[in-house]
């Protein structure tokens, strides 16, 4: 299953994200894959997302603390740009050739951050494309 996934999460991003350099793309992939893992087990804390717990399922060789690590270079990666990533995002998620779609804005706070998301509606769920802080 793992070596599947990883094969056709890495050929969409290829297809769809060619804007972005082939590290970061694969580091997508990586990171991609810890979060299906991740949503689809049975965790503690409390519903929350942690890095840590990305970093546990990581599918990359090396040791917790390396994994931990490598997720921690590749976000602060300065030449990660997420609206290339968002942009990508939004040629999977729209079909093609509509004109119309709404966007849902939402403001929230999560400790003392404030942050203005932008979504689209997406199989009856809100995908968010843009976030603001």
Known sequence: MNEGLLKAISQLMDLRFSG?????R?????????????????RSGQGRLSLAALAR??????TAHAREKR?????????????????SLAT???????????????QTKSGSAQALLAAV??????????CYL
């Open 20 to 24: 972005l350099r082939k590290p970061i």
């Open 26 to 42: 694969k580091n997508l992939v990586v990171l991609t894959v810890a979060f299906i893992r991740v949503l689809s087990a049975v």
């Open 57 to 62: 399922v990581l599918p990359t060789q090396g």
């Open 71 to 87: 997720l921690h270079r590749f976000l602060k990666n300065p030449r990660l740009d997420f609206r290339t990533v968002t942009g």
């Open 92 to 106: 999977i998620v729209l079909p093609p050739g509509k004109r119309f779609c709404p966007v849902i804005l939402d």
């Open 121 to 130: 509606p997406y199989a009856g769920r809100a995908l968010p494309l843009a």
